[in-house]
């Protein structure tokens, strides 16, 4: 009935509590991943060229992760400081 007023066809499998909690374990494995490897181009140690992992950095971090890169690195390097310097 909704594709009659619609137009669009919907789903006909059904949507279990088990599917919702798979994809989001899934999700959760994705994004932890990346986050990982957008800390290390932070840090320059993807590749070692700061431009390269700049860009790498941006494009996982701002457009997937939902944080600037720039934004991220100066906050972080400053937590680095702090530890290994003192306040």
Partial sequence: EIEAVTGVQTCALPISTLGYVAAAVALGGWWH????????????????????????????????????????CDNHNVHHCELVWGP
């Fill in 33 to 72: 991943q990346i986050t990982f490897v957008a800390h290390d181009a932070g840090h320059t140690g993807l590749t070692g060229d700061w431009m390269t992992d700049r860009i790498i950095g941006t494009a996982i971090a701002n457009f997937m992760g939902g944080i600037s890169i720039g934004w991220w």
